[in-house]
C-alpha cells in the first residue's frame, strides 16, 4: 500500500482482556518498529523487526507484551491481560532498509483504552 | 542510555514569525535525523530526513541544521502560519546496528493568527 496501515483505529479494552494490534508496513519494506506513546509524551521503543526476525524486543515493557512479524510483512502486537498502564498509542513504522539512508514511515496509531 | 531533548517543550507565537525549534543528543554514532509533526489524535508525519554525512535539508519553509560533533539539530520554521499549529519531533537514529529511532519529547508549537 501507499503507506502504512493499522488497525483498529482505536480499541477500548476491559482490564484483563487480551488485545492484538495489527500493522501493514509498506510493501518491500524491511525494517519495522512499535512503539508506545502515553498521552503527553514522546514516544518509547517497544521492538524492532528486520524481516521476519525480532531484532530487538527490549522494550517490551513486560511478559504480558508480545509481538511477531511471521513473514516479513505484517506485524501483530498482542498485549495479553491488559492493565490502565497499557492505555497508549501504540505506533508501528517501516522503512526500505536498516541504516543510514533511509527514513521512516509511521502509521496513524491504535489508540488503546483500558477501562 | 541514549537520550534526546528538545526545547522549548511549547511555543506560542503570532503569525508570520520565524521559528527555531532545538534538538539535542548525547550520543554522536547517529545514522540520520529525521523531524516529524504530529497533530491531535493523528500519526505522525515526516517533515525532513538528514543523513548522517550531511549539515542540513530544506523543503519549502522549513530547515533542518544537523551538527553532530555538538550533538544538536535546529528546525526552522519561516512565516509561520496558524496551520503550522502541532507538536514537532525530532527523532534520532542510530546507536545500534539497525538504527534504532530515539524520540525527544517534542515541542508543542501554536501559531495564532
Known amino acids: 500500500g501507499a503507506g502504512v496501515s493499522q488497525s483498529p483505529r482505536y480499541k477500548v479494552a476491559k482490564r484483563g482482556q487480551d488485545v492484538a494490534l495489527r500493522c501493514d508496513p509498506i510493501s518491500g519494506h524491511v525494517s519495522l518498529f512499535w512503539y508506545q506513546q502515553a498521552l503527553g509524551q514522546g514516544p518509547e521503543f517497544l521492538t524492532y523487526?528486520?524481516?521476519?526476525?525480532?531484532?530487538?524486543k527490549s522494550g517490551l515493557p513486560s511478559d504480558r507484551f508480545f509481538a511477531e512479524r511471521p513473514e516479513g510483512s505484517v506485524s501483530t502486537l498482542k498485549i495479553q491481560r491488559t492493565q490502565q498502564e497499557d492505555s497508549a498509542v501504540y505506533l508501528c513504522?517501516?522503512?526500505?532498509?536498516?541504516?543510514?539512508?533511509?527514513?521512516?514511515?509511521f502509521g496513524s496509531g491504535t489508540r488503546l483504552t483500558v477501562v | 542510555k541514549q537520550e534526546v531533548t528538545q526545547i522549548p517543550a511549547a511555543l506560542s507565537v503570532p503569525e508570520g514569525e520565524n521559528l527555531v525549534l532545538n534538538c539535542s543528543f548525547t550520543?554522536?554514532?547517529?545514522?540520520?535525523l529525521q523531524w516529524f509533526r504530529q497533530d491531535p489524535g493523528k500519526g505522525l508525519t515526516s517533515l525532513l530526513l538528514i543523513q548522517s554525512s550531511q549539515r542540513e535539508q530544506t523543503s519549502g519553509r522549513l530547515n533542518a541544521s544537523l551538527d553532530k560533533s555538538s550533538g544538536r539539530s535546529t528546525l526552522y520554521i519561516a512565516a509561520s502560519q496558524p496551520g503550522d499549529s502541532a507538536t514537532y519531533l525530532c527523532v534520532k537514529a542510530g546507536g545500534t546496528s539497525y538504527g534504532k529511532l530515539t524520540f525527544g519529547q517534542g515541542t508543542i508549537l501554536t501559531v495564532h493568527p
Open positions: 513504522a517501516s522503512s526500505l532498509k536498516a541504516g543510514k539512508n533511509y527514513g521512516y514511515t
Open positions: 523487526f528486520q524481516n521476519e526476525a525480532q531484532l530487538d
Open positions: 550520543d554522536s554514532a547517529i545514522y540520520n
